[in-house]
């Protein structure tokens, strides 16, 4: 699987890596293996599925990081029938669209915040404030 890191996704593991408060090289790999779980949930993937020629199920792989990875990988393998591409959305950003995501590109930088762009008003008075109650932001910070 090929990817480019995202500077959020670099500095998350970059704390981890500088952290000096881990005891132990077994504690810095357990944490830093959960981070990188969490970094990779926040991604969507492209699934390819396969389709005998006769129209039964074939085999499906996944994930792949981009479209031209699985068309690559299907050229490779090339065992007849045909594929097609699925896009597989993020569980991350959909919880995150919900509880918010402080620090990562796209959510408000608000420290308090955190929140997507939609849970931000657009009207008139309350333009740009958070619309999550508990939420202190009183504008969307990029």
């Not at 007849?80 to 590109?105: C, D, E, F, Q, T």
Request: glycine share 10%.
């Amino acid at each position: 699987m090929r990817l480019t890191p995202r500077k959020e996704e670099v500095e998350v593991v970059k704390a981890l890596l500088e952290d000096p408060s881990f005891e132990s090289a077994d504690q810095m790999a357990k944490a830093l293996i959960k981070e990188i779980a969490e970094v990779l949930q926040m991604r969507d993937w492209i699934a390819l599925v396969h389709t005998w020629s006769d129209g039964s199920r074939g085999l499906n792989w996944a994930p792949f990081g981009n479209a031209a990875e699985a068309e690559a990988f299907a050229k490779k393998v090339s065992i007849g029938g045909s594929g097609r591409l699925v896009k597989l959305h993020s569980p991350g950003v959909m919880l995150a669209n919900v509880g918010g995501k402080k620090g990562w590109k796209g959510y408000c930088q608000h420290p308090d915040c955190g929140h997507a762009p939609f849970t931000h008003s657009a009207a008139s008075a309350a333009r740009g404030a958070c619309q999550i109650p508990t939420c202190p932001c009183d504008r969307f910070r990029k």
